[in-house]
C-alpha cells in the first residue's frame, strides 16, 4: 500500500511539473506575440532549467525570441538545438538560415565524400532509439517466421516461412549495425557554437601559442578532442585549431 501511495505521488508531481511547464510555455508564447521578446526567452530559459527535456518547439520559438533581440549565437544555438530533436522541419531550417547570416564569418562547407560518408547517410535514416526498435521488430517477425515454418504442414509454405527468416535476419543484422554505426556517429560528432564574441583559435592548446585564424560569435564548429580547458576543433572548410573552452557551447550534452 505504501509503494502504491509513492506511485501516486510522483506521478501526481510529474503530471503537475508537466503542466506548469505547459502554462509557462504558453505565457512565454503570449509575451512574444506581444513582441516582449526578452521576457519571453526568460521564460523559455527557465522552462529549460526546471525540466532539462525540452521539445524542438521550445529551442525553435527561444531561438526565434533570440533572433529578433540580435543576439547571434544563442539564436543559432537554439535553431540547431531545435533542429537535432526534428532534422527535417523547414521552418527550424530556414529560420536557421536566416540567424547564420547574421554570423561574420562565412566558412566554406567542404564535402564529405567517400564510403564513410555513404554510410553516415544510410544510418541518418533513423535515431540510434529507431534503429534499436526496427531491430526488435524485425527480431519479434523472425520469430514468428520460425514458429510458421516449425508448425507448417505443406512444403510450400515452409520454404516460404524459411526463405523469409533469413531474409529477416539479414535485415535484424543490418539494424543492430546501423543502431551501433549510428550511436558512434552521434557519440563522434560534437558540434558547438561560437558564444564568444571574438577568439583566436590556436595552433597549440595554450596561450602563447600562435594564433591559427579568428572566430567569432555563431559560427559552427565540431569538436575533436577535449585537453584541460581546450578543445581542438575542426570548421566546415576542414580547418583545425585548439579554443578555449569556455568560447563555445557544445550542441549536445
Same mark, same amino acid.
Given at each position: ?149 516449425? &508448425? @507448417?504442414?505443406? !512444403?510450400?509454405? *515452409?520454404?516460404?516461412?524459411?526463405? /523469409? ?5 539479414? +535485415? ?22 561560437? &558564444? @564568444?564574441?571574438? !577568439?583566436?583559435? *590556436?595552433?597549440?592548446?595554450?596561450? /602563447? ?5 579568428? +572566430? ?38
Amino acid at each position: 500500500m505504501r509503494k502504491i501511495f509513492y506511485i501516486l505521488v510522483l506521478l501526481s508531481n510529474f503530471i503537475f511539473a508537466q503542466q506548469e511547464a505547459s502554462d509557462k510555455f504558453n505565457q512565454a508564447n503570449e509575451l512574444y506575440r506581444k513582441d516582449q521578446f526578452d521576457a519571453a526567452a526568460k521564460v523559455y530559459e527557465g522552462i529549460l532549467a526546471e525540466n532539462k527535456v525540452a521539445s524542438a518547439d521550445l529551442y525553435f520559438n527561444l531561438g526565434n525570441c533570440y533572433y529578433k533581440l540580435g543576439k547571434v549565437a544563442p539564436s543559432i544555438y537554439n535553431f540547431e538545438k531545435a533542429l537535432l530533436l526534428n532534422p527535417e522541419d523547414e521552418a527550424i531550417q530556414t529560420n536557421l538560415t536566416f540567424a547564420q547570416k547574421m554570423a561574420i564569418d562565412d566558412i566554406k562547407v567542404v564535402p564529405e565524400v567517400g564510403f564513410s560518408k555513404v554510410v553516415y547517410n544510410i544510418t541518418s535514416w533513423f535515431s540510434y532509439d529507431e534503429w534499436s526498435w526496427i531491430a526488435v521488430s524485425l527480431s519479434v517477425l523472425f520469430l514468428m517466421f520460425f514458429i510458421g515454418y516449425y &508448425f @507448417a504442414s505443406l !512444403t510450400h509454405l *515452409k520454404r516460404g516461412f524459411f526463405l /523469409g527468416m533469413f531474409v529477416l535476419l539479414g +535485415l535484424m543484422i543490418a539494424s543492430i549495425f546501423a543502431a551501433f554505426l549510428q550511436k558512434r556517429f552521434d557519440t563522434k560528432i560534437r558540434p558547438a557554437i561560437v &558564444f @564568444a564574441e571574438s !577568439t583566436f583559435v *590556436k595552433s597549440e592548446p595554450k596561450n /602563447g601559442a600562435e594564433n591559427a585564424f579568428e +572566430l567569432h560569435e555563431g559560427t559552427k564548429v565540431f569538436v575533436k578532442q577535449t585537453l584541460d580547458n581546450w578543445k581542438r576543433i575542426q570548421l566546415t572548410d576542414k580547418s583545425e585549431g585548439w579554443i578555449h573552452a569556455d568560447a563555445i557551447v557544445e550542441l549536445k550534452e
